[in-house]
């Protein structure tokens, strides 16, 4: 018997006692001696701890709560050890030679580009880099190209508003005004050469506005009233050359400028009688410009006086101040005073009984 116990035995000592798997409380540790490695021992140690109930059966033999022996050097050195081998199962020191596997990156999310290589900016970015000039001449080369798509581009293209065509116009003032050579006389023949290029290229962006502001191509005459305002300013504006043939652009311009007024009024009478025309104050508005003009829009104002003569005293202005419907109506004003004003037809007689 003593040979058996004195060799190692692979089993463990505490199956030897039949019937219960654990140990008695009045047995050690210490009583069976167990030959076995520090990894062995410490694990026998850990398992023989949490078994042990302190409570139940007090301090273990020997007067503490850990066992003695000479496995108290193991105890000290695989502490660490067992701590982190009864936290976590991975971290045992029998596993901890093993290599750790590379940790995946998941690319479930994470799109892998292509090696990069250089190409073109697409339409829409391209676009976004060039200024009004730039797409300005873009356009223009595009349609010289391809005649057909012009049409595209006017129909597609926002109707341009007062404000907008008004604001091209004093571009081109501007450009005029800063051409005049510094110092001297601005009406000399020096100074209209130097400016004679900037003042032809004003005209001709004038001439190509008006048209689209009047009627049939625009149906409101309030739009095309203002328009024609704005731009009569910008044609008082230009100087008069000392040279009266330096003027013909001047006098040609002002000569556009009063047929166009002519064609709104008469397109205005159609509505309304022309009740706008005055109620709007446009005029006295045409009535200013042809005196700024020195006369030479008088063929507006002969239209404005047949459409509105009925109204005002303008038409017996026109026909040299004989007797007209103001003067009819007994000498109070006008008959659109007089229907504002309530009094219209006081001084009229009025019969009596059927004739």
């Known amino acids: 018997m003593n040979s058996l116990l004195s060799s190692p035995s692979p089993v463990p000592p505490h199956l030897f006692v039949h019937g ?11 009583s069976f001696p167990i030959h076995t ?11 023989d ?3 042990y109930d302190i409570e139940a059966y007090g301090d273990r033999p020997g007067g503490t709560r850990e066992s003695s022996g000479g496995n108290n050097n193991n105890n ?10 009864s936290a976590s199962p991975s971290n045992s020191p029998a596993l901890s030679t093993r290599p750790a596997p590379p940790r995946q990156i998941s690319l479930r999310n994470k799109r892998i580009k292509p090696n990069i290589s250089g190409r073109p900016l697409s339409l829409p970015r391209l676009l976004e880099t060039l200024d009004l000039d730039a797409l300005r001449t873009v356009i223009q080369s595009l349609c010289d190209r391809h005649p057909e798509v012009s049409s595209e581009i006017v129909n597609l293209a926002p109707r341009p508003t007062v404000e907008a ?21 601005t009406s000399s023949e020096y100074a209209y050469n130097r400016v004679r290029q900037a ?19 625009e149906p409101q005459t309030f739009t095309s009233l203002r328009f024609l305002d704005g ?20 006098n040609l311009a002002y000569e556009e400028m009063a047929k166009a007024w002519a064609l709104v009024v008469r397109e205005a009478a159609k509505r309304g009688a022309g009740i706008q025309l005055q ?11 042809n005196e700024q003009a020195q006369g030479r829009m008088q063929s507006a104002m002969n239209e404005l006086r047949s459409h509105l003569g009925w109204m005002g005293d303008g038409g017996n202005q026109n026909s040299g101040g004989g007797g007209g419907a103001g003067a009819g109506a007994g000498g109070g004003g006008s008959i659109r005073e007089q229907l504002l004003s309530g009094t219209y037809g006081t001084n009229i007689p009025v019969p009596v009984g059927f004739r």
């Open 20 to 30: 219960n798997n654990r140990f008695s409380p009045a047995c050690s540790a210490s």
């Open 37 to 47: 490695t520090g990894t062995m021992n410490s694990r026998k140690r850990k398992a």
């Open 49 to 51: 701890d949490d078994d």
């Open 76 to 85: 000290n050195n695989n502490g660490e050890a067992d701590d982190r081998m």
């Open 165 to 185: 065509a008004l604001e091209v116009l004093l571009k081109y003032e501007s450009t005029f005004r800063s051409s005049f050579p510094f110092g001297g006389s």
């Open 199 to 217: 003042l032809l290229n004003l005209l001709n962006a004038l001439g190509d506005f008006t048209p689209h502001f009047l009627p049939p191509n």
């Open 231 to 250: 731009a009569t300013n910008v044609i008082h504006r230009l100087p008069a050359w000392d040279n009266a043939a330096q003027n013909h652009h001047k």
């Open 279 to 289: 109620y709007d104050g446009w005029d006295q508005k045409l009535a200013k410009h």
